[in-house]
């Protein structure tokens, strides 16, 4: 983090250092360049044509270095046909003037090469300087000649001045990135100083001392704190949960163990047979506990969704093949989505309609409707219901009230179970249009 802070912080300065580099070092140019045409105005005003059409000054420039040669300031009065009329500053040497003059404004630039010396003149002459030069174009009164007008002068004090800037520039933005460097490295040390309090809490959670993040965290991890705490309580919850279950498949196989191992011992002749009895308790006990424990694992899935009646229509298929005698009729809202697994809800729905067709007396009815943020889902049959005080037990591992139809005692168990998993209800009512019994689901609704 520290280093890609730091990064940023030279991109951007380098960045904003050249921006303000080229405003900064224009605007000195800028200023240089105003005292140019300055003086470029005053020359052209102090001009006047002589008796033989060439130009004079009737007064002198007041700057003296334009009366002292090799000076670094210069001006140049030159036209077509005309003899150069210099400074005295230039000396014996010359500006350099194109001869097509065809440039009425004033314009500026560079001139690597300072003049144009005379013929046999020694063009390495110590004496060359860079100069920043100003000429205008124009047309004096009572003259057919294009005249230029030339002022010079030496770039030395331009580019100390913008050297000076330049510096002044590097320093201070060099010392400024170090103080935002220093800043962010300390920004960073004091602001993942909480998370490393919420290191030390995880640590001494992993190694037994604690059983919570203990507090108080500061404001910005408090939540993440909270959070963690959650995480361990729904951790401790689940492994609660599958000690209890494995607690209670390990008593509900015990039973049928010591009937077998009983019956061993004493050698009953019908061994075989209590045998096949209790393997098949043991088989249910197993897939009961098996399909809480599956629906255990999906509820943690937000992205748990089912359609309820495409599962209605499978389940009813499935039972009229078991049960041919009976007829089930289905109704209600066709587009009602579940938070609960597809398999989840074809095992109680195929629970509770196969109960429904075994135990009544040969009408089911199942209703899907949608209701204060719940899928409800009504089981309706006409056989003789279950009395009001057994309701509550009937939802216990094994217990049955018709003992003369075959069954597990464990359908309205895992019903209940995988409802109350996904954060719904199962219970039982009397039905008002059929007589018999009438088992509300709920389960919420998946937006």
Same mark, same amino acid.
């Given at each position: 983090m520290l280093l890609v802070a730091t990064a940023w912080i030279l991109l951007l300065l380098v960045g904003g250092g050249l921006a303000l580099d080229r405003v900064l070092t224009g605007a000195i140019t800028r200023n240089f360049d105003d005292q140019l045409d300055y003086l470029v105005s005053s020359l052209i005003v102090s001009a006047e044509l002589g008796s033989r059409g060439e130009v004079v000054l009737n007064r002198q420039l007041a700057d003296q270095r334009f009366l002292e040669p090799n000076s670094g300031a210069y001006w140049q009065i030159s036209g077509d046909g005309y003899e150069a009329f210099p400074s005295m500053s230039l000396w014996d040497r010359r500006l350099k003037a194109d001869k097509v003059y065809n440039d009425r404004n004033i314009h500026f630039y560079d001139s690597d090469e300072f003049v144009d010396k005379r013929p046999g003149a020694n063009r390495d002459d110590p004496g060359n300087q860079r100069l920043r030069i100003a000429e205008r174009d124009l047309t004096l009164p009572g003259s057919p000649v294009l005249w230029r007008?030339?002022?010079?002068?030496?770039?030395? @004090?331009?580019?100390?001045?913008?050297? $000076?800037? =330049? !510096?002044?520039?590097?320093?201070?933005? #060099?010392?400024l990135g170090l103080g935002l460097v220093a800043m962010a490295a300390l920004q960073t040390w004091y602001g993942l100083r909480p998370l490393r309090k919420v290191r030390r809490e995880i640590a001494r959670l992993r190694a037994g001392h604690t059983k919570r993040v203990a507090g108080p965290l500061p404001a910005e991890v408090g939540p993440m704190g909270d959070e963690l705490n959650a995480l361990v309580e729904h951790n401790d919850r689940q492994a609660e949960e599958a000690r209890r279950h494995a607690g209670n498949l390990a008593h509900a196989l015990k039973t049928p163990l010591s009937v077998i191992m009983n019956a061993a011992a004493a050698g009953q002749a019908d061994l075989p047979d @209590?045998?096949?009895?209790?393997?098949? $308790?043991? =088989? !249910?006990?197993?897939?009961?506990?098996? #399909?809480?424990?599956?629906?255990?694992?999906?509820?943690?899935?937000?992205?748990?969704?089912?359609?309820?009646?495409?599962?209605?229509?499978?389940?009813?298929?499935?039972?009229?093949?078991?049960?041919?005698?009976?007829r089930i009729d289905v109704d209600g809202v066709k587009d009602a989505v579940a938070h609960i697994e597809r398999q989840d809800l074809d095992e109680i729905l195929g629970n509770l309609v196969e109960n429904a067709a075994k135990y009544g007396g040969g009408s089911v009815f199942v209703t899907a409707r949608l209701e204060a943020g719940y899928v409800e889902i009504l089981v309706e049959d006409d056989g003789m219901g279950i009395p009001e005080a057994d309701r509550i037990r009937i939802f216990d591992r094994g217990v049955r009230l018709d003992t003369g139809k075959p069954g597990t005692g464990l359908g309205l168990a895992i019903v209940r179970d995988v409802a109350e998993i996904y954060g719904g209800t199962a219970s039982l009512e009397e039905s008002e249009d059929l007589g018999g019994l009438l088992v509300r689901l709920r389960l919420p609704a998946a937006g």
């Amino acid at each position: 983090m520290l280093l890609v802070a730091t990064a940023w912080i030279l991109l951007l300065l380098v960045g904003g250092g050249l921006a303000l580099d080229r405003v900064l070092t224009g605007a000195i140019t800028r200023n240089f360049d105003d005292q140019l045409d300055y003086l470029v105005s005053s020359l052209i005003v102090s001009a006047e044509l002589g008796s033989r059409g060439e130009v004079v000054l009737n007064r002198q420039l007041a700057d003296q270095r334009f009366l002292e040669p090799n000076s670094g300031a210069y001006w140049q009065i030159s036209g077509d046909g005309y003899e150069a009329f210099p400074s005295m500053s230039l000396w014996d040497r010359r500006l350099k003037a194109d001869k097509v003059y065809n440039d009425r404004n004033i314009h500026f630039y560079d001139s690597d090469e300072f003049v144009d010396k005379r013929p046999g003149a020694n063009r390495d002459d110590p004496g060359n300087q860079r100069l920043r030069i100003a000429e205008r174009d124009l047309t004096l009164p009572g003259s057919p000649v294009l005249w230029r007008f030339q002022v010079a002068e030496t770039r030395e @004090t331009l580019d100390a001045q913008i050297a $000076t800037v =330049r !510096r002044t520039l590097v320093r201070s933005f #060099a010392l400024l990135g170090l103080g935002l460097v220093a800043m962010a490295a300390l920004q960073t040390w004091y602001g993942l100083r909480p998370l490393r309090k919420v290191r030390r809490e995880i640590a001494r959670l992993r190694a037994g001392h604690t059983k919570r993040v203990a507090g108080p965290l500061p404001a910005e991890v408090g939540p993440m704190g909270d959070e963690l705490n959650a995480l361990v309580e729904h951790n401790d919850r689940q492994a609660e949960e599958a000690r209890r279950h494995a607690g209670n498949l390990a008593h509900a196989l015990k039973t049928p163990l010591s009937v077998i191992m009983n019956a061993a011992a004493a050698g009953q002749a019908d061994l075989p047979d @209590t045998v096949i009895r209790e393997a098949r $308790t043991m =088989r !249910r006990q197993i897939d009961h506990h098996l #399909a809480r424990a599956r629906a255990v694992g999906r509820r943690g899935s937000a992205h748990s969704r089912a359609e309820v009646w495409p599962s209605i229509e499978a389940v009813e298929r499935a039972v009229a093949r078991l049960y041919p005698n009976v007829r089930i009729d289905v109704d209600g809202v066709k587009d009602a989505v579940a938070h609960i697994e597809r398999q989840d809800l074809d095992e109680i729905l195929g629970n509770l309609v196969e109960n429904a067709a075994k135990y009544g007396g040969g009408s089911v009815f199942v209703t899907a409707r949608l209701e204060a943020g719940y899928v409800e889902i009504l089981v309706e049959d006409d056989g003789m219901g279950i009395p009001e005080a057994d309701r509550i037990r009937i939802f216990d591992r094994g217990v049955r009230l018709d003992t003369g139809k075959p069954g597990t005692g464990l359908g309205l168990a895992i019903v209940r179970d995988v409802a109350e998993i996904y954060g719904g209800t199962a219970s039982l009512e009397e039905s008002e249009d059929l007589g018999g019994l009438l088992v509300r689901l709920r389960l919420p609704a998946a937006g």
